[in-house]
Structure formats: structure tokens, C-alpha cells
């Protein structure tokens, strides 16, 4: 069958970037990466991409009078290049809604929390400084509103106590590697269908049951009397 063809935006370091051009080496994986665009002429994941063999391109929006300008040169070269789904991946420019429109419902984005919490940058020192016991990562249909759309995918992340934001992004990082692809897979298969704005997916399950932080331990600190321990009663 026919891989579904993927265009990919970056930024930056491209850790995702990486870890969906690996996931496309599965002979199974039922997507392949035709185009890679970084808006900055130093993003370090312009370097998979050629590593990869895969076609680059740097559109600077520095380079042109506006945002639309920009944004039809984005649209040109991922149409040019044949690609079917635009996956943002640490592609920090807001896209407009004339953009959004043209791409919808082929336009998914990877953000380093539970969405709808922590929209926007500085998400690890928000949470850390909320002191939010879970957080994780989503992968999402791109909405004109910021770090908004279906959800396709999430990964639940527990804060530990000795945690900053440095260890948390990292625990995290691992995880969006790892959603990304399972949400590009499952789009590629033809998954996901998106109802009334949100995501319904096939042959998808999740664990039942809850996520509890702090843990319930049998007993509780010295002397006190845990309600939870039936020996305490
Ligand atoms: C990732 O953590 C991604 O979730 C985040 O930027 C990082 C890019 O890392 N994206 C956003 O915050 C979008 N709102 P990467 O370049 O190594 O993939």
C-alpha cells in the first residue's frame, strides 16, 4: 500500500523530527517523510533530515513582508513536494487561520503537556511551579487558537518531588517521541476519523483505571493513623 506522505516543520533541535524519521525506517511504518522545512536557516534538525537523505528546505520568515507570504511559501513547497499530512514538530511560529484552513484535519501538532493545560512556552516551569503531580504530552489536529484541536494522542508523566524543569522536559521528551509516531501510524491506517471536533479513534485502547499521586502507602508516617490502612482501624 501506498505510504502516506508527510511533510515535517521544525525550528530547533528536532528531537521529534528524529524519532519520526525513525519510525518511518519500519518497513510496516505506513508514512514516509518527502519534505523537511525549517523556518530558521541553523535548525539542528535540518541534519537528520540530510543524514536521512530526505529533502530540506529553509523558508526564513525573516524573509518576507508577512505572515501570509510566508505562509504560501509553505503551503507551495508541501504541495509541490506531494505531502498529504504537515506534522509541526518544535515549529515555533504561529500559523494563521487561512493556513490552519487549507491543512485541516492534515495538520497535527506534538506539545510537551496535557492539553488543554500548560498551552504555550515555558511549559515544564508552569507546571513545576503550579505544582501539578502529572503531567505529559499531546499530539493534536492543529485549531487556529494556540496549542489547540482534537486530540489524537496523550502520554501521562508523573512529577516527582526532586523534579526541574530540565529532568521533567527530558522524561517527557521520551514520551513525545514515542506518541508521535503512534499518532502518525495511526492516521496512516486510516484510525482516526475526526467527529464533531474530536477524535474518534479505531482499534485503540487505553489502560482502565486511575493514576494516583502521591501514592497511597499502607502506612503513613510514623504514629499517625492511615484511613486508608484497614490494619490501622
Ligand atoms: C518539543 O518538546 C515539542 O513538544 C515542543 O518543542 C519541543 C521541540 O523539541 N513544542 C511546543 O512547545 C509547541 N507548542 P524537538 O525540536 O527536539 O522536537
Known amino acids: 500500500m501506498a505510504k502516506l506522505k508527510l511533510g515535517v516543520?521544525?525550528?530547533?533541535?528536532?528531537?521529534?523530527?528524529?524519532?519520526?524519521?525513525?519510525?518511518?525506517?519500519?518497513?510496516?511504518?505506513?508514512?514516509?517523510?518527502?519534505l523537511?522545512?525549517?523556518?530558521?536557516?541553523?535548525?539542528?534538525?535540518?541534519?537528520?533530515?540530510?543524514?536521512?537523505?530526505?529533502?530540506v528546505q529553509v523558508i526564513h520568515h525573516r524573509d518576507f513582508p508577512d505572515r501570509e507570504r510566508f505562509e504560501d511559501e509553505l503551503h507551495q513547497s508541501l504541495k509541490r513536494a506531494g505531502v498529504e499530512l504537515v506534522c509541526l514538530a518544535?515549529?515555533?511560529?504561529?500559523?494563521?487561520?487561512?493556513?490552519?484552513?487549507?491543512?485541516?484535519?492534515r495538520l497535527i501538532n506534538i506539545h510537551p503537556s496535557l492539553l488543554p493545560a500548560f498551552r504555550g512556552l515555558h511549559t515544564h516551569e508552569r507546571v513545576l511551579e503550579y505544582g501539578a503531580r502529572f503531567t505529559g504530552c499531546t499530539v493534536h489536529?492543529?485549531?487556529?487558537?494556540?496549542d489547540d484541536g482534537p486530540i489524537i494522542a496523550q502520554a501521562v508523566v508523573?512529577?516527582?518531588?526532586?523534579?526541574?524543569?530540565?529532568?521533567?522536559?527530558e522524561r517527557v521528551l521520551r514520551e513525545e517521541h514515542t506518541i508521535y509516531a503512534l499518532a502518525v501510524r495511526m492516521i496512516a491506517e486510516s484510525r482516526v476519523r475526526v467527529v464533531q471536533d474530536r477524535v474518534v479513534a479505531q482499534g485503540a485502547s487505553a489502560p482502565r483505571g486511575a493514576l494516583i499521586s502521591p501514592i497511597l502507602h499502607r502506612h503513613?508516617?510514623?504514629?499517625?493513623?492511615?484511613?486508608h490502612d484497614a490494619k490501622a482501624r
Open 9 to 34: 516543520l521544525i525550528s530547533g533541535r528536532g528531537s521529534n523530527l528524529k524519532a519520526l524519521i525513525d519510525a518511518c525506517k519500519g518497513d510496516d511504518f505506513p508514512a514516509e517523510i518527502v
Open 36 to 55: 523537511v522545512i525549517a523556518n530558521l536557516p541553523g535548525a539542528g534538525g535540518l541534519g537528520y533530515a540530510e543524514e536521512a537523505g530526505i529533502p
Open 90 to 105: 518544535g515549529f515555533m511560529r504561529l500559523l494563521t487561520e487561512n493556513f490552519v484552513n487549507r491543512w485541516w484535519d
Open 141 to 146: 489536529f492543529v485549531r487556529p487558537a494556540m
Open 158 to 169: 508523573p512529577v516527582a518531588l526532586d523534579d526541574d524543569a530540565e529532568s521533567l522536559a
Open 220 to 227: 503513613g508516617p510514623r504514629g499517625s493513623r492511615n484511613p
